[in-house]
C-alpha cells in the first residue's frame, strides 16, 4: 500500500500552477529549491530525555496499528475517491487516486472551470495530462522519484530502498507526542515522517517533490484515521507547499477493483516516448 501523499502534492499542485497561469499573465517564478525542513518550531518542541527507539521498530508499530503486514500484503490494487478544497485559491474538485503493485499508479483530478489534471506511471513512464501544459514526460529525477513514490507496498519501507532510516528525537508534531525519522533514499533525497509516540499512526512527513513549478518542499499532516476493509486509511489530508494550503477528504476505499488497463498510457504520451 503506497503513500498517497505525494501523488496528491504533485496534483494539487499541478491545479493551483493553472489557477495561477489563469490569474495572471506573468508565469510565476519557480521557488528557490530547498532542503526538507527538519522540523517547524511552531509545531515541533523537542523532547530529548530518554533513549529512542528503532526506526524499524517504530515502523513496525505503524504498521500493526494500520492493520498489520499480512492484511497489506493481502491486497495488489486500491481505488480511493475524495474531494480537495485549495486555501485562497477559489480551487474545489474531486480525486481518484488508483495504484496497483508493484509500483503503478493514476491520480486523476476534475476542477470545476479547468478541467481534469492526470499523472500517471505505469511501471516504466511517468507522465502528465492537463488543459494548460498539455502532455508531459518525466525524466531523470523526476522520474525516479515517481517510481519509489508509486510503490504500492511503500508503507512497508522496505530497507533496500533507503541508505539510512534514523530516529532524530522524540518531539511534538500537531499536539501530539511523536517521534520524528530521517528517511534518506537510494535515490537521492531525504524525507522527514512523523509517528505518533502513543498510537503508532503516521501524523505526516516533510520532503521534497518535483512538480510543475520545480522543486517543491511539502509538509502534509494525515489525520481521522478510518477502516476500509481490513486496513485503516488516513481520510483527512492537509499539505502545504509552494505557498499553498489545501485540503483532501478522503470518502471512500476500494480493493483488489482496479483493472490493469487504468494504467495504460494515452496515445499523447506514447507520441513523446522515443
Known amino acids: 500500500m503506497r ?3 505525494s501523488a496528491f502534492a504533485i496534483a494539487l499542485c499541478s491545479a493551483s500552477h493553472l489557477y495561477a497561469q489563469a490569474a495572471a499573465p506573468v508565469k510565476p517564478a519557480p521557488p528557490t529549491p530547498q532542503a526538507p525542513a527538519p522540523a517547524n518550531p511552531s509545531r515541533d518542541v523537542p523532547q530529548r530525555d530518554g533513549s529512542l527507539p528503532t526506526a524499524r521498530s517504530i515502523l513496525d508499530k505503524y504498521l500493526e496499528a494500520i492493520g498489520g503486514r499480512k492484511a497489506i500484503m493481502a491486497h495488489s490494487s486500491s481505488h480511493a475517491t475524495g474531494s480537495f478544497t485549495v486555501g485562497g485559491a477559489g480551487i474545489t474538485g474531486t480525486v481518484h487516486i488508483y495504484n496497483a503493485k508493484p509500483a503503478r499508479s493514476l491520480v486523476k483530478t476534475s476542477i470545476g472551470g479547468i478541467g481534469d489534471i492526470t499523472e500517471g506511471f505505469d ?3 511517468a507522465w502528465g495530462m492537463s ?3 498539455g502532455p508531459t514526460l518525466a525524466e531523470g529525477s523526476e522520474l525516479a522519484q515517481k517510481q519509489f513514490d508509486a510503490d504500492f507496498y511503500g508503507d512497508l519501507h522496505d530497507d533496500a530502498k ?3 532510516m534514523k530516529v532524530l528525537e522524540k518531539t511534538t508534531f500537531e499536539g501530539r507526542p511523536a517521534y520524528r525519522l530521517s528517511m534518506v533514499k537510494k535515490i537521492g ?3 522527514i515522517e512523523y509517528y505518533d509516540a502513543e498510537t503508532g499512526l503516521k501524523l505526516g ?7 510543475p ?7 502534509a499532516t494525515q489525520s481521522d484515521y478510518k477502516k476500509f476493509g481490513d486496513v485503516m486509511v488516513p481520510t483527512t489530508l492537509k499539505q502545504s507547499f509552494a505557498g499553498v494550503n489545501n485540503v483532501i477528504t478522503i470518502t471512500a476505499v476500494e480493493w483488489d477493483t482496479v483493472p ?3 494504467f495504460e498510457i494515452p496515445e499523447k504520451i506514447k507520441a513523446l516516448i522515443k
Open 3 to 5: 503513500n498517497w501523499l
Open 123 to 125: 511501471g516504466t513512464h
Open 131 to 133: 488543459p494548460m501544459t
Open 162 to 164: 533507503y541508505t539510512s
Open 189 to 191: 533525497g531525504e524525507d
Open 205 to 211: 512527513t516533510t520532503g521534497t517533490r518535483e512538480g
Open 213 to 219: 513549478m520545480g522543486p517543491m518542499t511539502i509538509t
Open 260 to 262: 490493469a488497463s487504468t
